[in-house]
């Protein structure tokens, strides 16, 4: 039987100053040189350099390639070019293309709206305009999977929205606001698995996470916790209130709860050595306990962060052990672990919390509002 979260929140309606669209960079940081692009639904107008050349209907198929400083366009019938500016403006609503890179061969994307290809330091670069909420939609899909529950969806949508707010502005050098990579938010396309989440993001329209000042907090979110989620003092050495350890039992049940991973002393002692630490390997195994910044050596103290990165560890949660001629490193959870945890939301929305309980539970002091 669950038990009640007790928590405070308010529900703000006010004017915001963002844009109902995003621009989204795809395939952020791949030199790609020739893309194929689909009409999937709706009705486009193809234009370079913003003179008008086409009409494209569902099943019409472009490539657009690479030569020198500029860009050719083939259909089944002609060729166009030389051009700086390709674009694909929906002539109708509902407009949903699909682009496949060809060189290099990448997994194709499909989604809404608008398209606009232009050249960017030797290689394509393909900018989608779309409507904030479909953005939303299909980063919930990207980032949380499509078997979970209404609940579970409800709150990634919450905080896909906050972040896209917060950092609606990251790549504006660029000249789009996020990229489709995880050092944005991943965005592999269009929603299309689960029609639970277009109702979720629905349902929160223009709901962000706020400070009591109105303004877009940091929405972090992990994996799996391992039992407690982190500081923020722990992994980005600042404090912030908001982000604080949370004892989480709801991911007690997950496959990345416990892990563990055996490295050859030879290959520790080696990694030690050059880093500059002096003193034996067991002067740095230490018993388990709670979540640590360090671990502490007679000469230094070693960034456990740091350490994950290098032995390509699932947490910076762990301890070690050694045995025989291997380090062992035991650890907990999956990913950073700050903010909500995302097998832990998933169970509670199974056994019946809402998304703003599951909210509440993992950021602490927030408020509820909603942007129009």
Same mark, same amino acid.
């Given at each position: 039987?669950?038990?009640?979260?007790?928590?405070?929140?308010?529900?703000?309606?006010?004017?915001?100053?963002?844009?109902?669209?995003?621009?989204?960079?795809?395939?952020?940081?791949?030199?790609?040189?020739?893309?194929?692009?689909?009409?999937?639904?709706?009705?486009?107008?193809?234009?370079?350099?913003?003179?008008?050349?086409?009409?494209?209907?569902?099943?019409?198929?472009?490539?657009?390639?690479?030569?020198?400083?500029?860009?050719?366009?083939?259909?089944? $019938?002609?060729?166009?070019?030389?051009?700086?500016?390709?674009?694909?403006?929906?002539?109708?609503?509902?407009?949903?293309?699909?682009?496949?890179?060809?060189? %290099? /061969?990448?997994?194709?994307?499909?989604?809404?709206? =608008?398209?606009?290809?232009?050249?960017?330091?030797?290689?394509?670069?393909?900018?989608?305009?779309?409507? &904030?909420?479909?953005?939303?939609?299909?980063?919930?899909?990207?980032?949380?999977?499509?078997? /979970?529950?209404?609940?579970?969806?409800? /709150?990634?949508?919450?905080?896909?929205?906050?972040?896209?707010?917060?950092?609606? $502005?990251?790549?504006?050098?660029?000249?789009? $606001?996020?990229?489709?990579?995880?050092?944005?938010?991943?965005? $592999?396309?269009?929603?299309?698995?689960?029609?639970?989440?277009?109702?979720?993001?629905?349902?929160?329209?223009?709901?962000? &996470?706020?400070?009591?000042?109105?303004?877009?907090?940091?929405?972090?979110?992990?994996?799996?916790?391992?039992?407690?989620?982190?500081?923020?003092?722990?992994?980005?050495? @600042?404090?912030?209130?908001?982000?604080? %350890?949370?004892?989480? %039992?709801?991911?007690?049940?997950?496959?990345?709860?416990?892990?563990?991973?055996?490295?050859?002393?030879?290959?520790?002692?080696?990694?030690? /050595?050059?880093?500059?630490?002096?003193?034996?390997?067991?002067? &740095?195994?230490?018993?388990?306990?709670?979540?640590?910044?360090?671990?502490?050596?007679?000469?230094?103290?070693?960034?456990?962060?740091?350490? @994950?990165?290098?032995?390509? &560890?699932?947490?910076?949660?762990?301890?070690?052990?050694?045995?025989?001629?291997?380090?062992?490193?035991?650890?907990?959870?999956?990913?950073?672990?700050?903010?909500?945890?995302?097998?832990?939301?998933?169970?509670?929305? =199974?056994?019946?919390?809402?998304?703003?309980?599951?909210?509440?539970?993992?950021?602490?002091?927030?408020?509820?509002?909603?942007?129009?």
């Amino acid at each position: 039987m669950k038990s009640v979260i007790l928590f405070v929140f308010t529900v703000i309606t006010f004017a915001g100053s963002y844009s109902r669209e995003i621009k989204t960079g795809l395939f952020h940081g791949k030199e790609i040189e020739s893309v194929v692009i689909s009409i999937v639904e709706g009705e486009y107008v193809l234009t370079g350099d913003g003179k008008r050349i086409s009409i494209l209907n569902r099943g019409s198929i472009l490539q657009v390639e690479l030569s020198g400083s500029q860009l050719h366009i083939h259909d089944a $019938n002609s060729s166009y070019g030389p051009i700086t500016i390709v674009s694909l403006i929906p002539a109708t609503s509902g407009g949903v293309f699909l682009v496949r890179p060809v060189f %290099p /061969a990448l997994q194709s994307c499909e989604s809404d709206d =608008r398209l606009d290809i232009s050249i960017e330091v030797g290689s394509i670069r393909l900018i989608n305009t779309l409507d &904030l909420e479909k953005y939303i939609a299909g980063t919930v899909e990207s980032e949380g999977g499509f078997t /979970a529950l209404p609940e579970y969806y409800k /709150a990634q949508a919450v905080i896909a929205r906050t972040f896209a707010i917060r950092n609606f $502005n990251r790549h504006a050098h660029q000249g789009y $606001n996020l990229c489709d990579g995880v050092h944005c938010q991943a965005y $592999n396309g269009k929603s299309r698995m689960n029609k639970a989440i277009y109702l979720a993001v629905e349902q929160t329209k223009g709901e962000i &996470l706020t400070d009591v000042n109105g303004e877009p907090v940091i929405t972090a979110y992990h994996a799996s916790c391992g039992g407690i989620t982190s500081s923020a003092s722990i992994e980005w050495n @600042r404090d912030l209130e908001y982000l604080v %350890p949370v004892s989480d %039992p709801f991911c007690n049940n997950s496959s990345h709860r416990n892990w563990s991973r055996n490295v050859p002393i030879t290959e520790w002692i080696s990694y030690l /050595a050059k880093a500059g630490f002096s003193g034996q390997p067991e002067d &740095l195994i230490s018993d388990e306990g709670g979540r640590q910044k360090y671990l502490d050596t007679a000469s230094r103290r070693i960034p456990l962060a740091i350490i @994950r990165h290098q032995f390509n &560890l699932k947490s910076s949660w762990f301890y070690l052990e050694s045995v025989n001629s291997q380090v062992i490193f035991r650890g907990h959870g999956y990913g950073h672990g700050l903010g909500l945890c995302q097998e832990g939301a998933m169970e509670m929305a =199974r056994v019946g919390y809402t998304y703003v309980d599951i909210l509440m539970f993992y950021f602490k002091g927030l408020e509820l509002r909603v942007r129009l």
